[in-house]
């Protein structure tokens, strides 16, 4: 059973907006912040928005303006939204969920922004 899922993925044109989603389960206690990373073909895994407990965010500054992370701490929900995107923006998105013992990942979402 998956700890953490993402959805919300696709395709969408240039300027256009996507809204993901990720539910970590509801047995993983204590999360301590949730995050969303990035991985382009050929490229490394990149974090692109990070949301602790208290709500205090972090982006990676290529989406700052652009995309924004919130989350509901009583349902292990996280959320990205994201606007104005880019053909750069496209790849598979990972919604991460963090604890004092490890950090659970899923298994990723597919974004493509092409025309």
């Known amino acids: 059973q998956a700890q953490v899922v993402e959805s919300g993925g696709g395709l969408v044109q240039p300027g256009g907006s996507l809204r993901l989603s990720c539910a970590a389960a509801?047995?993983?206690?204590?999360?301590?912040?949730m995050g969303w990373y990035r991985q382009a073909p050929g490229k490394q895994r990149d974090l692109v928005a990070l949301?602790?407990?208290?709500?205090?965010?972090d982006y990676a500054n290529s989406v700052k303006g652009r995309f924004t992370i919130s989350r509901d701490n009583t349902k292990n929900t996280a959320y990205l939204q994201m606007k104005s995107l880019k053909p750069e923006d496209t790849a598979v998105y990972y919604c991460?969920?963090?604890?004092?013992?490890?950090?659970?990942w899923g298994r990723g979402t597919q974004v493509t922004v092409s025309s």
């Open positions: 991460t969920a963090r604890t004092l013992l490890r950090t659970y």
């Open positions: 509801a047995n993983i206690n204590s999360i301590n912040a």
């Open positions: 949301i602790t407990r208290g709500g205090s965010t």
